[in-house]
């Protein structure tokens, strides 16, 4: 099928919203709608993902109707590798607290550049930490866990 495909990069990216955008209608599916004079919870995010429906199955269209044919689709291990530590911060901030998976995502996200050393990422996880720290805790005031539930039942 993919031989089909002239354009597989607009392609997966067009999957993406798409895939998104479904995922997206069907949790927003229990809010209330509401009207256009009294708008419920569940108005943005339902016309946000109805454009992301549409703009997604557009390009993907379009990459099934283009004539010209795109270099074939490599994947970027480094961008990978931000997007893993990006989503295992997500995971990992409510069993284990913001500071243990603010340095998860610090050391996984500095195997994306091969010129920083070990000395360089332990710089970047005590600087970014401190800071990190500082400014949505202390400036911000926002009500983060510094350790989770998981390391502080031991």
């Known amino acids: ?32 709608f509401g009207t256009l004079s009294n708008i419920g919870p569940g108005f943005f995010p339902f016309i946000l993902a109805l454009v992301s429906v ?3 199955g557009a390009i993907v269209i379009r ?8 270099e074939p689709l490599s994947i970027s291990w480094r961008a990978m590798t931000i997007a893993v530590a990006a ?16 340095i998860a995502l610090i050391v ?3 195997f994306a550049d091969p010129s920083l050393t070990w000395i360089d990422t332990i710089k ?9 720290v500082i400014v949505f805790v202390y400036l ?15």
Not at 1 to 19: E, P, S
Not at 89 to 100: A, E, M, R, T
Not at 124 to 132: A, Q
Request: a neutral charge; proline letters at 5%; glycine letters at 12%.
């Open 54 to 56: 549409a703009f997604g």
């Open 1 to 32: 099928m993919l031989k089909r495909i002239h354009n597989q990069r607009d392609f997966l990216a067009g999957a993406m919203f798409t895939g998104i955008g479904l995922i997206s209608l069907y949790e927003t599916s229990g809010l209330q």
């Open 124 to 132: 970047l996880v005590v600087g970014l930490s401190v800071g990190s």
């Open 108 to 110: 996984i996200s500095s």
């Open 63 to 70: 990459s099934l109707a283009s004539a010209e044919r795109s």
């Open 140 to 154: 911000l005031k926002q009500p983060i866990e510094l350790f989770g539930p998981f390391l502080t039942a031991f």
């Open 87 to 102: 989503i295992l911060f997500g995971v990992l901030i409510d069993p284990l607290g913001f500071i243990p998976a603010l």
